[in-house]
């Protein structure tokens, strides 16, 4: 459903390109991607202890024009948290979809729009098209970010869609390491639980020697 994208962060927190990667410094801030797009959101009745793929429900977080400035300008008491999905095994030179899934620990709804960066293990590239429509690649497709708009409420959440191609030379059978979700927002400073890695598993194609 569609959302309006997310506007730049404040001083408060730090930049989330490169402080996804361990040891990496940040590099400047890119521009974002165009002025209107489509971005969604899930939310689930379930306690955060519980919150996984299999126990968060859905339900709508906005929808409609850019956020309000006056409320943009407003922090909230809010603590976005990121769950482990590793992206179903795919073969070399296969597809499959890494799913950056956010949850909202409270106890506020969000006030402030927020950042998810998906970083790709080395051998992975970032294919489109991703959701929400304002995701785009950056360092030649090793990275993917996207931006969601205020108002994801307690126990709630959202989740971004990363489509990823394997290259073909990567080896069969094995498992890609070096992959990250992580979430940045005004509203919450606690880094503690803001990224999770993930493994894609590599898998033989039918009758491949």
């Known amino acids: ?13 730090t930049p989330d390109d490169q402080a996804l990667a361990p040891g990496a410094s940040a590099p400047a801030a890119e521009p974002a991607a165009g002025t209107g797009a489509d971005s969604g959101a899930d939310s689930g009745a379930a ?3 519980a919150a996984n793929p299999g126990t968060a429900g859905s339900a709508a977080v906005s929808s409609g024009a850019a956020a309000d400035p006056a409320s943009a300008a407003r922090t909230s008491d809010s ?3 990121v769950v482990r999905m ?3 095994a795919a073969p070399p030179g296969g597809t499959t979809t890494v799913h950056a899934f ?3 620990l409270g106890p506020d709804t969000t006030a402030s729009p927020f950042t998810v960066v998906v970083t790709l293990p080395e051998g ?3 294919e489109g098209p991703y959701f929400p429509d304002n995701c785009y690649a950056f360092q030649e497709g090793h990275r993917v970010r996207c931006t969601f708009p205020a108002g994801l409420p307690r126990f709630a959440s959202a989740t971004a ?3 990823v191609r394997l290259a073909t030379t ?4 094995g498992t890609l390491t070096g992959g990250w979700v992580a979430v940045r927002s005004d509203d919450d400073c606690n880094e503690e639980n803001n990224r999770q890695p993930f493994e894609i598993a590599v898998v033989e194609t039918a009758g491949r020697e």
């Open 161 to 163: 869609l990363v489509p």
């Open 1 to 13: 459903m569609a959302l309006a994208a997310g506007q730049a962060w404040a001083d408060v927190c």
């Open 47 to 49: 306690s955060p202890e």
């Open 170 to 173: 990567v080896p069969a059978p």
């Open 124 to 126: 992975v590239t970032a």
């Open 86 to 88: 590793d992206p179903d």
């Open 102 to 104: 956010i949850g909202n």
């Open 79 to 81: 603590d976005l948290y």
